[in-house]
């Protein structure tokens, strides 16, 4: 589990700091999802939910000069470091705001998309609810999100890594919170959405790569995601035994001079 106030803070100041990485283990699936966001074609202005350091909203602004982009996030980190990466697109704004209250109703969005960014509402049917309340008429919507675990290499590995209780609700905010795709579909038609559809789509998650892959590997898990919560839940032997065991895990998973693993996500289109 994710939730907000960790957004806001720790977990949104290392998403920060780690910007390159994290576009780098998305680079594949981003590729899929601005590919399958072009189908949109006819837009006057798109919302980025959860838009981090700014990637995606960053590529559209420079393929849509004439579409107004704005990028929402709740982390004042992450906001920074996005507007610092996009201030030259005039037509790119970001904002510190949450996607369950936002609203902007004389500049409506006509599409929303988000990479990732909308597993983490405290109340998903509330969230998606305004997001429809707040989009023009006809507005669309297109994002990705993680499928299970069990198909998500580089979680489920270090997952087993350390010992741990399974999630008491799965549905609980974090990265698998939409692994269920019913799931999903229930949250968006009550909150207003119809032509829900599903595609699943597999791509190479890049963990490390560049002179020393294993090292840059290890650094990268050290801030980011699963292990990154072990590391600073651990202490003493168990810390030691669980680092000595990542750094196998990375080892087994390098290919051609890059740690890889198999990732699964679903990209989720909806329309108003
Ligand atoms: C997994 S990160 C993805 C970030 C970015 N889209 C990317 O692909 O790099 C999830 C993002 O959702 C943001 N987020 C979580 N809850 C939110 C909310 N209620 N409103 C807006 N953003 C939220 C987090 O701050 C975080 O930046």
Excluded at 14 to 35: H, K, M, N, V, Y
Excluded at 141 to 160: D, H, M, Q, Y
Aim: proline share 6%; glycine share 6%; with cysteine.
């Amino acid at each position: 589990m994710t939730d907000k106030s960790e957004w806001q803070g720790q977990v949104g100041s290392s998403w920060a700091r780690q910007w390159q990485r994290t576009d780098r283990s998305f680079a594949p699936l981003t590729a899929i999802l601005l590919e399958r966001i072009s189908s949109f074609a006819d837009t006057r202005r798109i919302a980025d939910i959860g838009c981090g350091a700014g990637e995606l909203s960053i590529e559209l602004a420079a393929a849509r000069p004439d579409t107004e982009v704005l990028g929402l996030d709740i982390s004042p980190d992450l906001i920074s470091a996005a507007s610092a990466r996009g201030s030259h697109h005039p037509n790119l704004r970001f904002a510190v705001a949450d996607a369950s209250t936002w609203s902007d109703l004389s500049s409506a969005p006509d599409l929303y998309v988000s990479r990732h960014g909308v597993m983490f509402f405290d109340d998903p049917v509330a969230a998606f609810s305004n997001l429809h309340g707040s989009a023009a008429p006809r507005a669309s919507l297109v994002f990705s999100c993680f499928r299970s675990p069990s198909e998500n290499a580089w979680a489920s590995k270090i997952g087993a890594l350390v010992p741990s209780a399974p999630a008491a609700n799965p549905h609980a905010p974090g990265p698998f919170a939409f692994a269920d795709s019913a799931h999903v579909a229930g949250i968006l038609s009550a909150a207003g959405w119809g032509d829900i559809a599903f595609e699943p789509v597999d791509f190479d998650y890049v963990a490390g790569s560049g002179e020393d892959p294993i090292s840059d590997a290890l650094d990268f898990f050290g801030h980011i995601g699963p292990a990154a919560r072990a590391i600073r839940m651990l202490e003493g032997d168990a810390r030691k035994q669980f680092l000595d065991r990542l750094r196998m895990l990375a080892e087994s998973h390098l290919q051609q001079d890059k740690v890889r693993f198999s990732a699964a996500a679903w990209i989720v289109t909806a329309k108003k």
